[in-house]
């Protein structure tokens, strides 16, 4: 069965320091990677997704992923990062199955952002 | 451009009441749609999903309903709602096969 982790609950990062959230799957085949941005009270928003090709996936707001086949991870990292990067961080993983597109994520990261 | 409206943004209700939460799409046809709940401090749990008009599945028995009368319309019911019943709501769509979910702003309900 497919399954998603993410092993951190909380990080606290300084403003301008790097990022790495960790995330791990298990699937048997080739997975859908995906990284979702959440801000409090509001939507999830799609940071990045892996598909195939190029294991090293760029994304929108200075956010890149890479696709680790040995390891089963996708993790989302920032080299600096801004205070309005603090929300929750999603990882999901994805197949077809069943007639639909089907998502399972991760319990999330929640970001905090010092000064 | 396809967009997605979720409504309404709050919502507070009594226990026992009935609920009604809507979600449209626009800018594309035939999609998957599917509800998610988000209860305080945990992660995302899919109710159901549709993959057609009147096509629904359900993924963990409750309390909910949720209906497709239109292509681009997914309706989330309840004809009594329970306090477990609060939480986030968040609805999403996707194209047919290989994408991700495009998700809406979501709807906070709290049952009193």
């Known amino acids: 069965a497919q399954s998603v982790t993410q092993p951190d609950i909380h990080i606290t990062v300084s403003e301008g320091a790097s990022l790495e959230l960790r995330c791990n799957y298990s699937?048997?085949?080739?997975?859908?990677l995906f990284w979702y941005v959440q801000s409090p009270g509001q939507g999830l928003q799609l940071l990045l997704k892996?598909?195939?090709?190029?294991?090293l996936v760029q994304g929108i707001k200075g956010f890149e992923a890479e696709f680790k086949r040995s390891q089963s991870s996708f993790n989302l990292r920032k080299p600096s990062v801004h205070w309005s990067d603090a929300a929750e961080y999603f990882c999901?993983?994805?197949?077809?199955?069943?007639?639909?597109?089907?998502?399972?994520f991760g319990a999330g990261t929640r970001l905090a952002v010092h000064p | 451009s396809q967009t997605i409206h979720q409504w309404p943004a709050t919502l507070v209700q009594p226990v026992g009441s009935p609920l009604s939460l809507e979600c449209t799409v626009e800018g594309t046809s035939n999609p998957n749609l599917y509800w998610y709940r988000q209860a305080a401090g945990r992660g995302l749990q899919l109710l159901f999903y549709?993959?057609?008009?009147?096509?629904i599945s359900s993924e963990v028995p409750q309390n909910l309903s949720a209906s497709r009368p239109q292509d681009r319309q997914f309706i989330l019911s309840s004809k009594k709602l329970l306090l477990s019943d609060s939480g986030f709501y968040l609805c999403?769509?996707?194209?047919?096969?290989?994408?991700?979910?495009?998700f809406g702003s979501g709807t906070r309900l709290t049952v009193v």
């Open positions: 892996y598909f195939s090709g190029d294991t």
């Open positions: 699937y048997g085949a080739t997975p859908y």
């Open positions: 549709s993959v057609g008009i009147g096509q």
């Open positions: 999901a993983v994805g197949s077809f199955s069943g007639g639909y597109n089907k998502l399972i």
């Open positions: 999403a769509w996707s194209v047919k096969q290989g994408g991700g979910y495009t």
